[in-house]
């Protein structure tokens, strides 16, 4: 007996057709792309399945990423009983998650995508920053390097704690290019920045949180029905913490890793990853290769998963 859990892709898995299959498929999906529509008051389709440069901004990005995952977990739904014993999702992923678990009906989760993606990329245009990838370096010595750049440069620190040997730095940007100028003398492996319009998971998303926290705390929301694990503390759900882990997920650092082993030790043998790419998938085998690991992108990956679930 497999004892699963998923995860939700983020941010940056993005690409033209994602999810396509799908809505061609089921009318079901087709369904939630409408409601969608209303929701964001545009054609979210044409901005998944047409060619487009709009897919890449923060605020298409976010909603397309998220119908696309929530209409590839309908379609699953829909062709198979699986019965999760915990969800997760990478940074945007939560909020693919937090409708998984029945927290947030679609309507919401899309319109809190929504002012999310906003308050994002208005805090990234009043605070402009980067990120970077540090590939083959310990975490406490980027820890000490990030601290002691941020006494000079601004702020710059570890966003993303992916798995082991990657990790994702964020903040201003001159702090952020010496911090990988630093960590290369130091011994990183690579120093890459990424294509991102802002330093998103760290304190200059601060302003984005507090609004975002604003906008949960008057939305109605239901008690989980089935376990989630939080970005911000790699760790269950306090239901009655929700709004403060909400805000904080955007303002302070993924705990991918932690998160992934957190599910380990509690008996998870098996993962799927539902949404474009298969990121995650491969960070969950750098973390433990003893595990089995899947990803549904597209709709043959789906016909593959029907016989092994």
């Not at 290369?184 to 920045?193: D, I, M, P």
Request: hydrophobic content about 40%; aromatic content about 10%.
């Amino acid at each position: 007996m497999k004892t699963l859990a998923i995860l939700f892709s983020g941010q940056g898995s993005q690409y033209i057709g994602m999810g396509q299959d799908f809505y061609e498929k089921y009318d079901e999906v087709k369904d939630l792309y409408k409601k969608a529509n209303q929701v964001l008051g545009y054609d979210l389709t044409k901005i998944c399945f047409e060619e487009n440069k709009l897919i890449n901004q923060t605020q298409y990005t976010q909603p397309s990423v998220l119908v696309t995952s929530l209409g590839i977990y309908t379609a699953i739904l829909k062709e198979m009983k699986i019965n999760p014993k915990v969800l997760a999702g990478f940074s945007l992923g939560e909020y693919s998650a937090l409708y998984a678990s029945g927290i947030f009906d679609f309507e919401k989760i899309v319109y809190l995508v929504k002012q999310r993606a906003n308050y994002m990329e208005k805090c990234a245009t009043a605070y402009p920053g980067k990120m970077a990838a540090i590939i083959g370096m310990k975490q406490d010595v980027l820890t000490n390097i990030c601290e002691e750049v941020a006494k000079t440069h601004g702020i710059v620190q570890i966003a993303n704690y992916n798995c082991p040997n990657q990790l994702v730095i964020g903040g201003k940007k001159e702090a952020v290019e010496m911090v990988c100028a630093q960590a290369k003398e130091k011994g990183a492996r690579r120093a890459v920045v990424l294509n991102v319009s802002g330093g998103f998971h760290t304190s200059l998303m601060s302003d984005a949180a507090n609004e975002m926290y604003e906008e949960v705390i008057k939305t109605p929301y239901n008690k989980p029905a089935i376990d989630i694990i939080m970005n911000a503390t790699a760790d269950y759900l306090p239901f009655n913490q929700l709004p403060q882990l909400m805000k904080r997920q955007i303002e302070s650092s993924v705990y991918f890793e932690d998160t992934i082993k957190k599910m380990i030790a509690d008996g998870i043998d098996t993962f799927i990853e539902i949404g474009p790419g298969n990121v995650l998938s491969g960070f969950v085998r750098k973390i433990d290769r003893t595990k089995t690991v899947i990803s549904i992108d597209k709709l043959s990956d789906l016909e593959r998963v029907k016989s092994w679930i």
